[in-house]
């Protein structure tokens, strides 16, 4: 593919940031969102660094030791050949596909060929079965699915008039995607891709309430994305681990979009069961030189001798939900690097980070990303320039990397939008050097004797304890403080969950947290999670408020 001048506006852009990965005010101060008035990021980005490029875009280990590497011009290939055969199925501009599959290479080639076709992809993530499927095929209003032949199973109970597309073994009344080998190459797009067309549709993970339909352009989440980029400290050449599952936003934020904005190889460890020494293993004979990962995956990595990994990643980073300070600080004991912080959802790329090169402050996840003003609103009054508020996003310069709207609820849009501002419903503090440490979702900060608990503050000082491995706090009725914190511990190998350990996870909450903050209550339990792996604290509220369970309390324990 020839340059166009939407490629040559993007690249300057992406250079720049380049240029600037370990001076953060030069970038905020110089960068601009490249914008045209058509993109296609297939076409005019992907095919254009693909060009009889031999580099690795795609490496996949799977469990048994199996190795599948695509390069940047096989790939370009095979999603021109994809996209070809999709339109000789029916697949059109506009069209709805459904794409649950695993990490396997149709999964990358797809999603090219749908950005080519100008198609709408609904990510899913093969953990959804029959009930959510149904709720996605007609709130997404689907024309499409294409599966893995071990789920198409589940679709027997979803009705609807779609086509059905099996990847894997041929299924009876399935198209067998099998074919797309087959179809001819050189694939011509009908017409330019408008900037504002949707591309993607994605349902939250519903960590407080039922899923959102999250609606991003062909630019908010390709363009968006150079932001992710810059965060994780991504440079060409470079191989970038993402440990997240397909059908999530932050599979297409650092297993999609921001590597391959730097020419970089994605790298996937196919596992079943997490074994976090085989991951290491993994990492070192492959070369990972970048690292990101969620807090739970984090949280069990330090389970384990980290001091098995010879060479570490150079760039380390963490996202889904904020980290705690104890796992920074063993990492960093361990590998000589330190674990940075970013903040963004699903409905946009990441908006506050610590970025390569910046002061890094401890429980601080860091500075606005360049192209963003993040404020804080007054949770009273509304207003801006809090120092502590709903964090925020100025929409007088509306950032590239910000969802349409909730597609099919203008009223939630129009709330999520009011005033002039984008409202993550996400609280957070910001200190007099601009950055910002996480207090908690707006709907789990509570009062206890008219105290505001932050959950998340709570929660870092319990996994201080070598005892505790995950926690979530919760508001506990009390008659005379409204409410107190009741903490849900997952424990560590070698503990038994029991008055004794109770007593010792007391006496640890009364040596490091103010006496309005400390736990009152505790339960030994798993988590409630979404598929996602976020904690589902509304569950916990509700049981909470229910009763049940062993709980032990710690005026009974003194």
């Not at 030791?65 to 790939?75: D, H, Y």
């Not at 290491?280 to 070369?287: F, H, N, Q, V, Y």
């Not at 590998?335 to 429980?363: C, H, M, S, Y």
């Amino acid at each position: 593919m020839p340059e166009t001048s939407a490629t040559e506006t993007f690249r300057a852009a992406r250079d720049f940031l380049l240029r600037h990965r370990d001076d953060y005010d030069a970038a905020c101060a110089g960068f601009e969102w490249p914008r045209s008035p058509h993109f296609n990021w297939a076409l005019d980005w992907f095919d254009v660094i693909a060009r009889d490029n031999d580099r690795t875009a795609l490496h996949i280990v799977e469990e048994d030791g199996r190795r599948t590497e695509v390069s940047f011009a096989e790939m370009s290939a095979r999603s021109d050949r994809a996209a070809n055969w999709l339109r000789g199925r029916g697949v059109r501009a506009g069209d709805r596909i459904l794409v649950m599959l695993g990490n396997q290479v149709e999964l990358w080639e797809t999603a090219l060929a749908a950005m080519k076709l100008r198609a709408v992809v609904i990510p899913a993530t093969p953990l959804l079965g029959p009930a959510d499927l149904r709720d996605r095929v007609e709130r997404g209003r689907v024309r499409h699915v294409l599966v893995r032949d071990t789920d198409t199973d589940k679709f027997d109970e979803v009705p609807g008039d779609y086509t059905r597309i099996c990847v894997g073994a041929p299924t009876e009344g399935w198209l067998d995607y099998a074919e797309a080998d087959r179809a001819p190459g050189g694939f011509t797009p009908d017409r330019e891709t408008d900037a504002d067309e949707p591309l993607m549709l994605y349902f939250t993970s519903g960590t407080t309430a039922s899923p959102k339909l999250v609606e991003h352009t062909h630019v908010s989440y390709p363009v968006g994305h150079l932001a992710t980029m810059y965060w994780i400290g991504l440079k060409p050449g470079d191989v970038h681990l993402n440990i997240s599952s397909p059908g999530w936003a932050k599979h297409a934020w650092s297993n999609l979009f921001a590597p391959w904005n730097a020419e970089a190889t994605v790298f996937i460890f196919n596992y079943t069961r997490f074994d976090a020494g085989r991951l290491m293993a993994e990492m070192d004979r492959s070369g990972i030189t970048s690292f990101c990962a969620p807090p739970t995956v984090w949280r069990m990595l330090i389970q384990a001798d980290l001091t098995q990994l010879a060479t570490p990643p150079r760039e380390v980073v963490a996202a889904g939900e904020p980290l705690n300070p104890e796992v920074i600080e063993a990492v960093r004991r361990a590998w000589g690097v330190t674990i940075r912080d970013g903040f963004g959802q699903t409905e946009t790329a990441v908006q506050v980070a610590n970025t390569p090169g910046q002061v890094l402050k401890p429980g601080s996840m860091g500075r606005p990303s360049p192209g963003y003003r993040v404020v804080l609103l007054d949770p009273v009054s509304g207003e801006p320039g809090a120092a502590e508020g709903e964090i925020s996003l100025d929409l007088s310069t509306r950032p590239v990397g910000l969802m349409t709207g909730y597609h099919g609820d203008p009223e939630r849009t129009a709330e999520a939008m009011a005033g002039g501002y984008y409202r993550t419903g996400d609280i957070g503090a910001r200190d007099e050097d601009g950055y910002i440490t996480y207090v908690g979702r707006a709907d789990d900060v509570f009062k206890s004797s008219d105290y505001k608990i932050s959950p998340f503050e709570l929660e870092s000082a319990l996994l201080e304890h070598e005892a505790v491995v995950e926690a979530a706090v919760v508001p506990s009725p009390d008659p005379v403080r409204l409410s107190v914190p009741k903490a849900y511990v997952v424990l560590a190998e070698g503990w038994e969950p029991g008055p004794d350990t109770a007593k010792v996870l007391f006496a640890h909450s009364r040596s490091v947290l103010a006496p309005y903050k400390r736990v009152r209550r505790l339960e030994f339990a798993e988590l409630p999670k979404t598929v996602s792996g976020k904690i589902r604290r509304i569950e916990l509220r509700e049981r909470t408020a229910q009763g049940g369970g062993t709980e032990y309390a710690e005026g009974d324990l003194a």
